[in-house]
């Protein structure tokens, strides 16, 4: 036995092979200043331990081959030298004693001097990789390793209880040392085990504190937990797992890589797993898709209710599906975004103009960068004969401007600054939708959450009325299990799960993605009928069954010009005219947050609608439905209310708000689009 | 594959929901309320980073033409 070799671990495990402080200290006093401070010493001390590769080739000269000359001073190590002062500043001086005489050194010897101190430095630290007969050893090539890295622990924020009524009241420790959970806490890119997680008590309110939340309230005794918990916006570290925090840094991160590369919690775990947790040794498991979730909304709710000046206030202990219900509940305004709707900026306000810098005999239809020098086609159809008079009329409103300028420009005497503009901004917004949206319950009409979102498709309440009753409209029998249907309609229930089960197209279903249009022979007949997308929804495309539950049918958005999001909301079934105006009713509830234009890609097919329910005598005070160009152009010649009211910018100055004159550099007049609506020009590649 | 160059104008709301639509697949398997939180927030970040970079573009804007007077002075002292 006693033949057996005998590992003593201090030596090997110790990155700087046992120095005693007392070692060091005494290096300090001998070679620095004694006014030295102690960061001072620390950097000097970090920069040998994190530059070991330069220290390499620094020590690499000092044991020469026979044919290589000896360096005992290397230009690495001066290179360092010159590092360290540049870092140091003022405080450089600091690393000479008295007797060294700085200040008759010139900036060359000063460095040779510090490089001279940090080699006995790094020989006292005995990290360099030759051994003390000049013999190479792999083994001791050391780095900075994780036994100098301090101790973390995870414990509240606040130094003393916030409640009012306390006064400031010191917070004793709230956990039994033996009741101590320790967690993983990811600092960073970084992962530490096994941290302890303190939390904190006022004896006066027994409001619990810890480091993402705090608690007050009872626990009553029947056991229901009547606590609420406080989300602290400023929280330094966040729990996001049974034992797992994370450190706002990470947090953050999983939002910007939300944000910017579309990652779903899923593909940011991966990343995240396969980019730094593989690459360090730590006992902890990968991290997962639910903990991803789990930052991502703890972040989020933190970024929102932080902007918005609110702190989140949710019962304690609910799961956390219940907790993004609450967190939308309480901060989600129903989409609005009330920090757009505040804001102005040069790209989605403009001053107000009441009249044009020039009115031209152009057809009011005629639309700025399209028409110049062109002929406007003559609407067809209907209302033809009332376009062609307000085309009159235009050109005989600009034939009078026209007039009355010259008589202005003559009578010398006219007071400049009495026809100053009353500075008052004009706003636009456009709208727009994108077609995707969440499940909702199948029953009619209802909007509700699916209450079981694997395989259920009504709602809590229409769960309880429906949920054992065959899944055909119309049909009042009990189900038949396993099927969803009565014996009646068994048939049509195995073939929905023969078309759209798992199983199905021999399980490679997953794999081939049919195109809607595609109508091929093999495939099955579409039974359903596609909804029009700006169609209102018509009763006869409702299904015959509940089978699967029904989609929103997409999310509206309404945004400046900038970019600046005003409000979103999800439309059920269409993008329909009334769909839209019940939007902008909502969100603008008052005639002063109304914008003065709305861009809608339908404006005209809105405008109709609002004539004929009535909403029009309310919008038309403030507001005015405009189209973009394109739609324009193609539609001004067979609509004719389009033709009148949504031009996007008409070359005939009569929408002086909407096309402004600019000035060249040659000082030649020529119209601008007041509203760059057109931010940019891409090529899809299909 | 048939290969079809498109040119096209999009506008900034436009330009807002081609964003928007590459969440799609993670927004479409998600419950109404996880979905709601989500473009919220998105939405709700994105309106707080296009309102911020406004703000800095002013203010560079602003601070281009204190830098020209700036110069204008020194130029008058010399």
């Not at chain 1, 360096?71 to 004693?97: H, I």
């Not at chain 1, 249009?517 to 909804?531: G, H, I, M």
Request: net charge negative.
């Amino acid at each position: 036995m006693g033949l057996l070799p005998i590992v003593s671990a201090a030596p090997l495990d110790d990155p700087f092979s046992g120095i005693t402080f007392r070692a060091f200290s005494e290096f300090v006093e001998q070679h620095f200043s004694s006014r030295i401070s102690l960061s001072t010493v620390l950097v000097v001390l970090f920069t040998i331990t994190n530059n070991s590769d330069l220290l390499n080739l620094h020590v690499r000269q000092q044991h020469p081959l026979p044919d290589e000359r000896l360096q005992l001073l290397s230009g690495w190590l001066k290179a360092l030298a010159r590092v360290l002062d540049e870092k140091l500043g003022q405080d450089t001086g600091k690393l000479f004693q008295t007797s060294d005489n700085v200040s008759g050194l010139d900036n060359d010897q000063k460095n040779s001097a510090i490089a001279i101190k940090l080699d006995a430095l790094y020989k006292l630290l005995d990290l360099s990789p030759y051994n003390e007969e000049g013999v190479f050893l792999q083994s001791r090539a050391k780095q900075a390793r994780k036994e100098i890295e301090p101790a973390y622990v995870v414990c509240p924020t606040s130094m003393q209880c916030q409640t009012q009524s306390c006064n400031g009241r010191s917070l004793h420790i709230n956990t039994r040392h033996r009741d101590t959970p320790r967690a993983t806490l990811i600092k960073g890119s970084k992962v530490y085990d096994e941290v302890h997680v303190l939390s904190g008590k006022c004896s006066r309110c027994k409001t619990i504190y810890y480091a993402d939340h705090e608690s007050s309230g009872q626990i009553d005794d029947s056991g229901v937990d009547g606590t609420t918990k406080f989300y602290l916006n400023n929280a330094k570290y966040l729990k996001v797992g049974q034992s797992l925090w994370v450190d706002r840094v990470f947090s953050g991160g999983v939002m910007n890589g939300i944000y910017h590369f579309h990652a779903s919690a899923s593909a940011f775990a991966e990343f995240w797993n396969d980019t730094f947790w593989s690459s360090q040794k730590t006992q902890s498991r990968k991290i997962s898709r639910r903990q991803i979730w789990h930052t991502f909304i703890q972040e989020s709710m933190r970024t929102v209710a932080k902007s918005s000046g609110v702190t989140l206030e949710m019962q304690n202990g609910i799961p956390i599906a219940e907790v993004t219900k609450q967190a939308f509940i309480q901060l989600g305004e129903n989409g609005v975004i009330r920090s757009a709707q505040n804001h102005s900026c040069s790209e989605c306000t403009h001053e107000y103009k009441e009249t044009a810098d020039r009115i031209t005999g152009d057809d009011p239809a005629a639309v700025l960068g399209v028409d110049e020098n062109h002929q406007v086609p003559v609407l067809v159809g209907e209302g033809a004969e009332l376009a062609v008079q307000d085309a009159a009329r235009a050109r005989l409103n600009a034939r009078l401007a026209a007039q009355a300028r010259s008589n202005a420009d003559d009578a010398m005497d006219v007071d400049e600054s009495s026809s100053t503009e009353e500075v008052c901004p004009v706003k636009m917004v456009v709208m727009d939708g994108v077609v995707m949206g969440p499940t909702h319950c199948a029953f009619d009409d209802c909007i509700e959450e699916v209450k079981n979102s694997r395989g259920g498709v009504f709602c809590a309440r229409h769960e309880i009325t429906h949920g054992n009753l065959c899944r055909m409209r119309d049909c009042d029998r009990p189900k038949v299990p396993p099927g969803h249907t009565c014996a009646i309609h068994q048939n049509r229930w195995y073939q929905h799960a023969i078309r759209y089960g798992r199983q199905s197209m021999l399980g490679i279903r997953r794999l081939i993605r049919h195109s809607d249009e595609e109508r091929l022979d093999w495939l099955p007949q579409r039974n359903r009928q596609v909804q029009p997308h700006d169609d209102d929804a018509h009763s006869q495309n409702r299904k015959d069954n509940y089978f699967v539950p029904p989609r929103f049918y997409c999310v509206e958005t309404i945004c400046a010009p900038c970019g600046a999001v005003h409000a979103w909301a999800l439309f059920d079934k269409a993008e329909s005219p009334t769909n839209i105006l019940n939007f902008l009713e909502a969100v603008y509830p008052t005639s002063d947050m109304r914008p003065d234009y709305v861009c809608i890609d339908k404006a005209c097919m809105v405008l109709r609608t609002a004539i004929s329910n009535g909403a029009w005598n309310v919008w038309k005070e403030t507001t005015r439905f405009i189209v973009d160009s394109y739609h324009y152009i193609n539609h001004r010649a067979n609509d004719y209310l389009c033709r009148k009211w949504c031009n996007p910018a008409p070359l005939n100055g009569s929408a002086p708000n909407l096309v402004v004159v600019e000035h060249d550099i040659n000082g030649n007049e020529h119209y601008k689009r007041a509203f760059n609506t057109q931010v940019g020009l891409i090529i899809c590649l299909k | 594959m048939t290969c079809l160059i498109k040119m096209c104008i999009i506008q900034a709301c436009e330009q807002l929901n081609a964003w928007l639509g590459g969440f799609q697949t993670m927004l479409n398997r998600m419950t109404v309320y996880n979905f709601k939180w989500f473009l919220h927030a998105m939405l709700f970040i994105h309106t707080q980073r296009v309102i911020k970079r406004q703000r800095m573009k002013e203010e560079s804007i602003e601070d281009d033409e204190n830098d020209e007077e700036g110069i204008n002075i020194d130029e008058e002292e010399e």
